[in-house]
Nanobody, 116 residues
């Protein structure tokens, strides 16, 4: 079994920054991807960014240039540095750890609120 735990959400003013962290624990395989998704009220969950264990990265167009994803493979931890935050970034952010379609795990989510 794999456990995925996020931290770092909170309230921030427009234009501000936040850093999210996510740690995976349990029986993990070296080849995997970790990433962030978000779900705003009344909307479907959407991809924000993901990074493979080999370092390949993909960003949603809406966050390109503002958000940076990184990972520490030794700690099985992924980070999301969010800069120039906008009110439309308000959502619950979920961390995902994936090895395959059969081994795909989610955290419980952390709320990010961007408001003045």
């Amino acid at each position: 079994q794999v456990q995925v735990v996020e931290s770092g959400g909170g309230l921030v003013q427009p234009g501000g920054s936040l850093r999210l962290s996510c740690a995976a624990s349990g029986i993990l395989f070296r080849r995997n991807s970790m990433g962030w998704y978000r779900q705003a009220p009344g909307k479907e969950r959407e991809l924000v960014a993901f990074i493979s264990s080999g370092g390949s990265i993909n960003y949603a167009e809406s966050v390109q240039g503002r958000f940076t994803i990184s990972r520490d493979n030794a700690k099985n931890t992924v980070y999301l540095q969010m800069n120039s935050l906008k009110p439309e970034d308000t959502a619950v952010y979920y961390c995902n750890y994936r090895e395959s379609s059969h081994r795909n795990y989610w955290g419980k989510g952390t709320l990010v609120t961007v408001s003045s």
